[in-house]
Each structure stands twice: as structure tokens, then as C-alpha cells.
């Protein structure tokens, strides 16, 4: 079966870093695009990053440009999420998750097929 496992969450204080790592088995990796979402609580599930097929091409929110990057191996069947300059807005659980879907609705939680457990990141003040 598909599994994806994400770690590397935590608290940290305002203006540090994390970086989320997120392991797949069960899939072929290199034929998925993946994605890292996030969802705080009350609010949304909230695109964050994506990357493409073979890590050539990445996309990221507006509200995290400049601070996280998302990077793959796909010869480990990995995807991580390095996030710097962390805000208390960026609390919440981070979610790792694969589609086929076309470039335009990446954005899109619905176009995923497979998702994570989730791994809590808190921001403190």
C-alpha cells in the first residue's frame, strides 16, 4: 500500500528554522508530483509548496516565497520542506502529498491522491 510518512515537526521560536522531511513507499515517486500542505486549526487546508516530477520545477505560496524552499530525491523517495524565518502564522499541521494533476491545479488539495499523517509545527513569539 502507499504510504507517506512526514517528520520533522516541532516548536520552535519566531525567526528559526524547521525542515520537514516526508518519505514515500508504495508508489512509483518519480512519476508524482508532491506537495506540502498545511491546515491550522478553524482555518483551511492551505497550499504551501510543490514540486515537480523530477525536482526541476518548484512552486511555492505567496505567503512562504523567500522563506521555505522544497527540494526531492527520488533515488531515496523523498521530499523535504526547509522553512526559514518561521512566523507564528506558519503554526499548524504540514502535510506531504502526491498527484498526477496537471501543472494548473497543483494549488488544488482535491488533486492529490495520496496524503501523510501530518507532523505539527508550532511557531512561538
Known amino acids: 500500500q502507499v504510504q507517506l510518512v512526514e517528520s520533522g515537526g516541532g516548536l520552535v521560536q519566531a525567526g528559526g ?19 506540502w500542505f498545511r491546515q491550522a486549526p478553524g482555518k483551511e487546508r492551505e497550499f ?10 518548484t512552486y511555492y505560496a505567496d505567503s ?8 526531492r530525491d527520488n533515488a531515496k523517495n523523498t521530499v523535504s520542506l ?5 512566523e507564528v502564522e506558519d503554526t499548524a499541521v504540514y502535510y506531504c ?11 488544488d488539495a482535491q488533486s ?7 507532523t505539527q509545527v508550532t511557531v512561538s513569539s
Open 97 to 107: 502529498a502526491t498527484t498526477r494533476a496537471v501543472l494548473s491545479a497543483i494549488r
Open 17 to 35: 528554522s524547521l525542515r520537514l522531511s516526508c518519505v514515500a513507499s508504495g508508489l512509483t515517486f518519480s512519476t508524482y508530483g508532491v506537495g
Open 48 to 57: 504551501v509548496a510543490h514540486s515537480r516530477r523530477n525536482g526541476g520545477q
Open 82 to 86: 526547509q522553512m526559514n524565518s518561521l
Open 112 to 118: 492529490y491522491n495520496y496524503w501523510g499523517q501530518g
Open 64 to 71: 512562504v516565497k523567500g522563506r521555505f524552499t522544497i527540494s
